[in-house]
T-cell receptor
């Protein structure tokens, strides 16, 4: 079993719609959780950290469920520019050694 | 602006030659940097952890004699792909952390012909 698993997609989303997807992690000792965005042939960039209480940043909402060991990302009012691969990233211990999920590809279409 | 700079962004080399990739932290000191590799349509895979002043820690399956890592200063780590082969063609990315956030270099697309 992979340490961090994601549905690879693609999720084809009409512009303006809402899309949500999850990521599961296997190590219960995982401490920090992040969503990164990666555009084609570019480096990943931090989208948002995921906090235990859940957090929202504009149209993006992240949730953490430690009991079931998954995190989620919800995108509201999807824009064409939201088309990208969203990487679930888990940090098991301090030191920034990150474990990446395979990524979920989102395609927003007019 | 970028806080981690990686160079070169693209390189094409002949099979059997060596290629050096540099990763610099621009406005902070990084005792630890990470090197990842990403094949097309796959996720980033950690290759090794670069430790300033000591030997790098390699992930299982990564040949330390082929992928030489040097972290001689607090702001620079280098990855040298020795005797490159076409199967080494990939996207190589470094990262360094500041507090809990990791910053990535721009990546190096290596093509071995």
């Amino acid at each position: 079993r992979k340490e961090v698993e994601q549905d690879p997609g693609p999720f084809n989303v009409p512009e303006g719609a809402t899309v949500a997807f999850n990521c599961t992690y296997s190590n219960s000792a995982s401490q920090s959780f992040f969503w990164y965005r990666q555009d084609c042939r570019k480096e990943p960039k931090l989208l948002m950290s995921v906090y235990s209480s859940g957090n929202e940043d504009g149209r993006f909402t992240a949730q953490l469920n430690r009991a079931s060991q998954y995190i989620s990302l919800l995108i509201r009012d999807s824009k064409l520019s939201d088309s990208a691969t969203y990487l679930c990233v888990v940090n098991v211990a301090a030191g920034n050694k990150l474990t990446f999920g395979g990524g979920t590809r989102v395609l927003v279409k007019p | 602006g970028a806080v981690v700079s990686q160079h070169p962004s693209r390189v094409i080399c002949k099979s059997g030659t060596s290629v050096k990739i540099e990763c610099r932290s621009l406005d902070f000191q990084a005792t630890t940097m990470f090197w990842y590799r990403q094949f097309p349509k796959q996720s980033l895979m950690l290759m090794a952890t670069s430790n300033e002043g000591s030997k790098a820690t390699y992930e299982q399956g990564v040949e330390k004699d082929k992928f030489l890592i040097n972290h001689a200063s607090l702001t620079l780590s280098t990855l040298t792909v020795t005797s490159a082969h076409p199967e080494d063609s990939s996207f190589y990315i470094c990262s360094a952390g500041r507090t809990v956030e990791a910053f990535f270099g721009q990546g190096t697309r290596l093509t071995v012909v």
